[in-house]
């Protein structure tokens, strides 16, 4: 991965962490997006022979220990939606980036319903409609994160 501008890569996925743990005002936090989803998904579809299921893990553990949730919560959601990804990234590839908006929303959906099924399953959580709000945002600003990553990606020519 640090290999041929592996070192964007790393900082994309940085800088989708700190956006993850940004404060923000309490009417618009429960819509933020899975950032770190979003750049670990586009990067599975553009290389996913650099970015797989085992990045997808060691992201998910380190939100773990950024959110201050049990460790391996995010992990456990992160990879299992990854490897649906990677499975498939040569049929998600071929759809429109509309298409593939609608995709990322129930990647993010059922990213967000494991996490919810685990926090249940190790403590009394309860389910509210409003921890799919993410999902929204998530399918709103593909296009945009996709459009970015891959001039990204051509300005610094990593394969």
Do not use: E
Request: aromatic share 14%; glycine share 4%; net charge positive.
């Amino acid at each position: 991965m640090f290999s041929n501008n592996g070192f964007i890569i790393l900082l994309t996925l940085l800088i989708a962490l700190m956006a993850s743990i940004t404060p923000m005002p309490l009417s618009v936090d429960a819509f933020r997006p899975d950032w770190v989803l979003i750049v670990l998904v586009y990067w599975c579809l553009a290389l996913p022979n650099k970015v797989n299921i085992i990045t997808a893990w060691v992201m998910g553990f380190i939100l773990d220990v950024l959110l201050g949730s049990v460790l391996g919560v995010h992990a456990c959601a992160m990879a299992l939606s990854v490897y649906i990804v990677v499975v498939n990234f040569q049929k998600i590839r071929n759809f429109s980036v509309w298409q593939q908006a609608l995709i990322i929303g129930v990647l993010s959906a059922q990213y967000h319903l494991v996490v919810f099924w685990l926090q249940r399953f190790l403590s009394d959580v309860v389910f509210l409609p409003n921890y799919l709000y993410p999902v929204i945002t998530t399918i709103v600003l593909w296009p945009w994160v996709f459009l970015l990553l891959r001039r990204v990606r051509r300005h610094f020519r990593i394969k």
